[in-house]
C-alpha cells in the first residue's frame, strides 16, 4: 500500500525548503496517479527519447548516464527515491541521457501538462522543485570538483557521504550508514576511477576503521573522520530547513 504522500520521499525532499500546507499535499498526490514499475537494466529515459514524460521516483536507485559515440558509458549520476527523473525531458525536445534503473523501481509518471497544472495553481511548489533542480545542478559542480581536485580516496569518500546527506533528508539513512545497492564496478564508472582502484580505497578505509562497504551497506565507522578526510561541507546541499514558510 503506498505511504501518505506527506511522508513520500518527494514531499520530504521538497519540504526541506517549502512548508508544504495541505493544498500542496493534494496537488502532490495528484501528481502520483500513474505509477509504474520498471526492472532493474531497463532504461526508464533514453536518450534522444521525444516522449514528454518526466518520473517521480518512490523506491528504488537509477543511474543517468551518456553513451560516448565509441560506445563508452559515463554514470553522471544516481538518483534516489524523491528525486525527479528526465525533468529535461520534459523542458527540451529530447532527451539528452539515458535513466537505468539499477534495482527495482517504483515511479510515477509526470506529463508536462501535469506539471504545468500543478505550478500554475500553485507557484510555492513550483519554486520548491526550482530548488531541487538548482540543488542537483550544485551537486554536479561538486561532482565536477571531485573528478578535478580531489584525490581518489577524498572524491570516494566524499561521493559516499553526499549519498547518505541526500538518503537523510528522505528518511533513508543516518550518520551511521544506509543501504547501497551500488557495486564496485557502477561506483567506480560514476567516480572515474578503475574497480581495482575502488576496492583498494574501500579497503585501505576499512582498516583505518573509517568506513565500511559491505554486502550492500555504507557503514559510517568514523563519520567525523570521513567529514575531515573529505572536507566535507554539508551547505552545497541547502538542506538545513525549510526557507518559505
Not at 61 to 84: E, M
Not at 87 to 101: G, K, T
Amino acid at each position: 500500500m503506498p505511504i501518505p504522500v506527506q511522508e513520500s520521499p518527494f514531499a520530504r525532499k521538497l519540504g526541506a525548503y517549502v512548508a508544504l500546507t495541505d493544498t500542496e499535499f493534494a496537488i502532490l498526490a495528484a501528481l502520483h496517479k500513474r505509477r509504474r514499475i520498471f526492472p532493474a537494466g531497463q532504461d526508464m529515459i533514453y536518450q534522444g527519447q521525444s516522449v514528454r514524460a518526466a518520473y517521480i521516483l518512490a523506491s528504488g536507485w537509477v543511474c543517468s548516464y551518456k553513451i560516448l559515440p565509441g560506445g563508452a558509458r559515463q554514470i553522471v549520476d544516481f538518483q534516489i527515491p524523491g528525486d525527479f527523473l528526465g525533468l529535461r525531458s520534459i523542458l527540451f525536445r529530447a532527451a539528452d541521457h539515458n535513466v537505468e534503473p539499477l534495482t527495482r523501481v517504483t515511479a510515477s509518471e509526470v506529463l508536462a501538462s501535469d506539471l504545468i497544472d500543478a505550478f500554475t495553481r500553485t507557484p510555492r511548489l513550483a519554486t520548491a522543485v526550482l530548488w531541487a533542480v538548482s540543488r542537483d545542478e550544485a551537486m554536479v559542480v561538486e561532482h565536477l570538483i571531485n573528478i578535478g581536485r580531489r584525490d581518489a580516496m577524498q572524491r570516494t569518500v566524499h561521493f559516499l557521504l553526499e549519498l547518505g546527506a541526500r538518503l537523510m533528508l528522505v528518511g533513508l539513512g543516518t550518520k551511521e550508514g544506509y543501504a547501497c545497492p551500488l557495486s564496485q564496478y557502477v561506483l567506480a564508472d560514476a567516480l572515474g576511477l578503475s574497480a581495482v582502484h575502488v576496492n583498494r580505497i574501500l579497503r585501505q578505509l576499512r582498516e583505518r576503521h573509517l568506513l565500511t562497504f559491505r554486502n550492500g551497506k555504507v557503514i559510517f565507522d568514523d563519520f567525523d573522520g570521513l567529514v575531515e578526510l573529505a572536507e566535507f561541507d554539508l551547505a552545497y546541499l541547502d538542506q538545513s530547513g525549510p526557507l518559505l514558510r
